[in-house]
């Protein structure tokens, strides 16, 4: 598995210098705005050619500079190209960074079914972990719960002792039995 990403690793930077070597002087600082929806669509275009290593790197580089809405298509891409590397694992992570980012994401149902199912599926786990538990569901509560219970046992007046009092002054003592 090391090797495999240390390989993928070493093809990456390979495109990527191929990549800045490829510009002929090309602006390469992208900034949100009109030349950070270039980067999407380069890396659509990219994707479309089949250049999927190319795509990745185009995009991981650039992140930063992208604003919310453009890093979630960026998420999108980027496990695009990782499935199409096969990658599974990576892919399965953007996903859920992008779900992260716009949980009412929904894929281009053309594009890949594969995707799709991997979207939904991630989906139904991510809606899980943002969504508050129920109050009975929370540790605290039955901790709360149970040192209430112990404080009031433990501080709960004790009964005392009872002894017989002889009667009012004057009375005469209870008989002994």
């Known amino acids: 598995m090391k090797s495999r990403a ?56 650039n992140m930063a500079t992208l604003s919310r809405d453009q890093k ?4 999108d891409w980027l496990a695009r190209a990782c499935i199409a590397l096969d990658d599974r694992t990576a892919a399965a992570e953007h996903v859920r960074t992008m779900l992260f980012m716009d949980l009412n994401y929904q894929p281009n149902a053309q ?11 991630i989906k139904k786990e991510v809606q899980q972990e943002i969504q508050p538990k129920r109050w009975y569901q929370k540790k605290w509560v039955w901790a709360t719960a149970a040192a209430a219970t112990i404080v009031t046992v433990l501080a709960w007046p004790k009964p005392e002792k009872r002894t017989e009092l002889p009667g009012p002054p004057g009375s005469p003592e209870p008989p002994n039995h």
Do not use: C, W
Request: aromatic share 12%; charged share 25%.
């Open 6 to 61: 240390k390989f993928f690793h070493i093809i990456l930077l390979l495109f990527t210098v191929s990549t800045l070597a490829q510009q002929d002087g090309k602006e390469m600082t992208f900034v949100s705005g009109e030349k950070g929806r270039d980067i999407i669509a380069v890396a659509a275009e990219r994707y479309e050619q089949g250049y999927f290593s190319e795509v990745i790197s185009l995009l991981t580089e």
């Open 111 to 121: 594009m890949d079914p594969f995707f799709n199912k991997l979207v939904q599926d």
């Open 72 to 75: 979630v298509r960026a998420h």
